[in-house]
C-alpha cells in the first residue's frame, strides 16, 4: 500500500474512533428517555448511511439473511442497551465493561458453536471477568447496579453481533448496522411522544445521529480494510479511554477508583490477547 494511502486510512479509523468517543457526553446532554435517544439517533444515522451505500454500490442494501437479521436484532439491543446504562451508571462503566464483548464472545463460541477455546483464551475470559467484577465493588447504589447490568448485557449482544458478522458470507458488515438502525428507529416510536424539542436535545441527537453514529461508520469501513490488523486493534481503544474523559470535561463525573482498575484490566486483557493472537497467525 502507498505511504499516502496507508496514512489516510490511519486517519479515517482515528477519526472514527474519537466520534464514537463523543457518545457519552452527547447522550448525557439530551433529556429524553434512553430508547427515545436510541431510535432517534438510529433513525438519522440510517439516512446518512444509506446515502453513502447507495453512492457507492449504486443500490440499497439487499434484503437481510438470517444471519444479518441476528446481527441486526443484536445490533438494536447493544445501542439501546448502551444508551439506557449510560443514563444509570457513569459514561466509564457503560463503555468499559461493553468493552467486555470479546470475551463474552469467546465464551459464546466456545460453549454454543462448539469454536476452539484455548488455554489463553480461558486465561483472558477469567480476567476480563474479574476486572468487570471490580465495576460492582462500593458502586451498588440501585441505579448505578441497573446501569452496569445493562452495560454488561450490551457487551454480550455486542459479542453476538460479532458472531453474525464472522457469519455473514457475501453481505456487507455496514448492512448490519444499516438494518440495525432501521429497527431500532421502529422500534423506538413509542417512546416519541414524550420528548422535548429544546436547542440542547436537537443539536445532541443530530450530532449523536451525523457525527457520533453515522460518519464514524463511513470512516471506519473507509479505513479499515487498509491499515494492518494491529492498527485495526489499537485504534478503536481510544473510544473506552477518550470516552468518560469528554465526559468528565462536560459534566464533572469520574469513575471510581474499583472501576478505573477494572477498565485497566478489562482493556489490558482484550488487547493483549488480541495481539496475541495477530502474532501466532
Not at 429524553?32 to 431510535?39: E, M, N, R, T, V
Not at 462536560?250 to 485497566?264: H, L, Q
Not at 495481539?275 to 501466532?280: A, L, P
Amino acid at each position: 500500500m502507498k505511504t499516502n494511502g496507508r496514512i489516510f486510512a490511519i486517519v479515517c479509523v482515528v477519526l472514527a474512533s474519537l466520534l464514537w468517543s463523543t457518545g457519552g457526553l452527547l447522550i448525557k446532554m439530551v433529556s429524553w428517555h434512553p430508547i427515545a435517544i436510541s431510535g432517534m439517533r438510529s433513525g438519522i444515522s440510517s439516512l446518512v448511511m444509506l446515502i453513502l451505500y447507495f453512492s457507492v454500490y449504486k443500490r440499497l442494501p439487499r434484503r437481510p439473511n438470517k444471519y444479518v437479521l441476528m446481527g441486526a436484532i443484536n445490533y438494536m439491543f447493544l445501542v439501546m442497551l448502551f444508551v439506557s446504562a449510560n443514563k444509570l451508571t457513569t459514561s466509564a462503566n457503560a463503555i468499559l465493561l461493553q468493552f467486555t464483548a470479546p470475551a463474552w464472545a469467546m465464551v459464546i463460541g466456545a460453549f454454543f458453536l462448539k469454536e476452539k477455546f484455548s488455554k489463553k483464551d480461558v486465561s483472558t475470559v477469567i480476567i476480563v471477568f474479574l476486572g468487570m467484577l471490580l465495576f460492582f465493588v462500593g458502586d451498588l447504589k440501585s441505579g448505578s447496579l441497573i446501569g452496569n447490568t445493562l452495560a454488561v448485557v450490551s457487551g454480550i449482544s455486542m459479542a453476538l453481533m460479532i458472531i453474525s458478522l464472522k457469519r455473514i458470507q457475501g453481505r456487507k458488515p455496514i448492512e448490519i448496522v444499516i438494518w440495525g438502525n432501521i429497527l431500532t428507529f421502529f422500534i423506538a416510536i413509542p417512546f416519541y411522544s414524550g420528548i422535548t424539542l429544546t436547542s440542547a436535545n436537537i443539536i445532541g441527537v443530530l450530532l449523536l445521529g451525523v457525527f457520533q453514529l453515522g460518519l464514524s461508520y463511513i470512516f471506519f469501513t473507509k479505513g479499515i480494510e487498509n491499515v494492518s490488523v494491529l492498527e485495526g486493534i489499537l485504534i478503536p481503544v481510544l473510544e473506552p479511554l477518550l470516552n468518560p474523559f469528554w465526559v468528565f470535561l462536560g459534566t464533572g463525573e469520574k469513575p471510581s477508583v474499583f472501576a478505573f482498575i477494572g477498565g485497566v484490566i478489562v482493556l489490558s486483557a482484550v488487547v493483549y490477547h488480541s495481539i496475541i493472537e495477530v502474532k501466532e497467525k
